[in-house]
């Protein structure tokens, strides 16, 4: 019986190997690009989820922002216009009065208090569509906002913008957005940081639009406020307005140091 030459054998075994090597490498290629095609359609999937969750905040907030004008414009036409016809006939009303001293001051004070409804009604109305960001952009409607609040509020207001002038405009709909966000914001820092100082810096560049806010507030632990059910809807609103411009929020803030938040939003 012959033997098997030696380089028979070893040239059996390499091309063996080969062939296991060969397989091998070919299970671990196969592997990485069906992980790297998982990858890929999770990536897609997580990309069409983020872009419908967006879609769905940009249309409820658009549907916040119509049931505002449509109750700003029944307030300031119905509302505002029956106290003041109210208040026309109650003047003219208080005319035949003065003889009677007595119910003439009585009818004086409620004029008084119909002129006060007035003025709340159309305050009211104003904020919920703010006509000076409408008409003369975002520049104007901050420093009206921060005029209006400060004697209101008994709180010291520091507003600061750089990059945009008096009646610029830019895309609307982030006017809107940064205002909203500082009005949140504000509303925040009055009812539950009791701030008695507030700073809004507003910033444009090239290619971003940066708001800074502070206040000196008690402050507040975020990730408890963001959880709660009740506290967090301001947070909530807040983030939600900065992820449908496609923008970043940072929120700096602890007990009894007051809070700083930085938002960054492509214009």
Known sequence: MNEIPIYTILLGMGTLILMAIALISFIVYYQRKQFNLQLKQQTEIQNIESENQKKLLKNSLEVQEAERRHISKDLHDEIGGLLSATKLSIKTFSRELKDNEELY????????????????????????????????????????????????????????????????????????????????????????????????????????????YSDNGVGFEYEKTKNDIKSGLGLDNIISRVNVMNGVCNFTSAPNKGTQVEIRIPV
């Open 105 to 212: 001051k009585k009818v004086q004070n409620t004029t008084s208090l119909v002129t006060e409804a007035l003025a709340q009604v159309r305050s009211l109305s104003k904020d919920l569509t703010p006509r000076t960001l409408e008409n003369f952009g975002l520049v104007d409607s901050l420093f009206e906002f921060a005029d209006k609040m400060e004697p209101t509020s008994k709180t010291h207001f520091e507003v600061s913008i750089n990059g945009l002038e008096s009646k610029e405009r830019i895309n609307k709909d982030l006017e809107l957005a940064v205002y909203r966000i500082v009005q949140e914001l504000t509303n925040n820092s009055l009812k539950h940081a009791n701030a008695d100082n507030i700073e809004i810096k507003l910033n444009k560049g090239s290619e971003f639009l940066y708001l800074s």
